[in-house]
């Protein structure tokens, strides 16, 4: 497990948002409403999507603890948002990123193994800043041979 440290400069998106638990996981929801609505958004950044998960302060990964979730994509301006989606601007910020392959039924153990084998290890504390997935190309929703990037805040120790 190597991931690369990368800042991600300020960037804009434009999609739609759900506020849910992982008790009641309601990805699916969100990402059955925003993907036949895409095509709408103008002055796309390139033709990733982009699940991005905004966290309450000291968020503790509690299955009843309510977090956001974004399914957005990348844009230039914010000059015409469809109706009906909003407007999210994450920061110049810190990242490790890990690429991961394989379908949803092993990515849980992935993140797992990020939060408490090589976070510790690393010399770095989680970031309070949005974690996100870059669904690119190689991504193919829950096949054994999708890729994506998963993105993890994070800082240095104090």
Not at 42 to 60: A, K, M, R, S
Not at 63 to 85: E, L, Q
Not at 125 to 147: A, R, V
């Amino acid at each position: 497990m190597n991931p690369i440290l990368k800042t991600l400069p300020e960037t804009k998106f434009i999609g739609k948002h759900l506020s849910f638990t992982y008790a009641d996981y309601r990805a699916f929801e969100l990402w059955s409403n925003f993907m036949p609505r895409r095509k709408e958004i103008q002055n796309t950044v390139g033709t990733d999507l982009y699940n991005i998960q905004v966290n309450p302060e000291n968020f503790d990964f509690s299955p009843t603890i309510p977090f956001v979730k974004w399914a957005a994509v990348a844009v230039s301006n914010f000059d015409r948002v469809p109706d009906g989606m909003d407007t999210l601007v994450l920061e110049e910020k810190l990242y490790a990123v890990f690429k991961y392959k394989g379908d949803q039924n092993s990515v849980a153990a992935f993140f797992n193994s990020i939060y408490t084998e090589w976070l510790p290890a690393s010399g770095y504390e989680l970031g309070t800043h949005p974690q996100f997935e870059i669904l690119g190309e190689k991504y193919k929703n829950n096949d054994p041979d999708s890729e994506e990037e998963i993105w993890i805040p994070i800082k240095s120790k104090v």
